[in-house]
């Protein structure tokens, strides 16, 4: 697969990928429009698939990709090492250096084994206004930070974010006249910070919004998640709130 140059390769699928196979698909594969990464069983144990994936590599290919509309990857980030660090400090570090310009064209961005807090999806969604779809997983909350930008003793597992109020700020600004697109998320696991007033001050940032799904929610949590969905339904009654 890595030996031809694929210049007019719309659709690709694969098993697993890894941070070099991507700087490979952004080398030999111009033209790219629908990008799937779905496990398969039996690559697990394959020589490839241990190799590091990393959450700046993700990013990379959803804002240097110029055909690109259609992104998934239902495989966990791997990195070296055995520590549970914060997925979501990674994304926006991977942010500090803006891309080189926005991507209008992706509309699908699904990374459902991704951890992301607020500032990391808001800083994303800043360089992917055309994203109608979005899929990640809530923060870890046994996670460390990943990266410096958090305070001595701050958690690395609030959903917020670092910095929360000031990329609020930036995003509302920045979609002031034109709105972003995002229609629809499918938000993995549960996370007690969902019940904080900064969910409903992101979900205001998206005026488009029709659904919030949530999946992989443990039994126990349904009833949070139900209580969520009742008070967001009463903010906004356009709004439909699921567990799926």
């Known amino acids: 697969l890595w030996e ?10 694969l098993p697993f990928l890894s941070d070099q196979h991507a700087a490979l698909v952004v080398k030999f594969m ?19 698939y241990p190799d590091q994936l990393g959450a700046s590599t993700v990013v990379k290919l959803a804002t240097q990709m110029a055909q690109l509309r259609h992104m998934e990857v239902r495989s966990a980030l791997r990195l070296r090492g055995k520590r549970p660090f914060n997925m979501a400090d990674q994304v926006s570090q991977a942010l500090r250096r803006p891309p080189m310009t926005p991507r209008p064209d992706v509309k699908l961005f699904a990374v459902p084994l991704v951890h992301m807090d607020l500032v990391s999806v808001v800083r994303l969604l800043t360089w ?3 994203v109608e779809q979005l899929e990640f997983q809530l923060p870890d909350m046994h996670a460390q930070a990943a990266t410096a930008g958090r305070a001595p003793g701050e958690p690395a597992h609030n ?19 034109t709105p972003h697109a995002l229609q629809a998320v499918v938000v993995t696991g549960y996370h007690p910070d969902l019940h904080s007033a900064a969910v409903t ?25 139900d209580q969520l969905a009742g008070v967001l339904t009463a903010l906004n009654p356009d709004l439909d709130v699921a567990i799926v």
């Open 30 to 48: 111009p033209a790219l429009e629908i990008l799937s990464v779905v496990p398969a069983a039996g690559f697990e144990g394959g020589a490839e």
């Open 128 to 130: 992917l206004p055309g």
């Open 159 to 177: 959903l917020e974010g670092v910095a929360w109020a000031e990329e609020h700020a930036r995003f509302a600004q920045a979609f002031a006249q």
């Open 201 to 225: 001050d992101f979900l205001r940032l998206f005026p488009d919004l029709e659904s919030l799904a949530f999946t992989g929610v443990a039994r126990e949590d349904h009833a949070n998640i």
């Open 4 to 13: 031809t140059r694929w210049a007019a390769l719309k659709r690709l699928q």
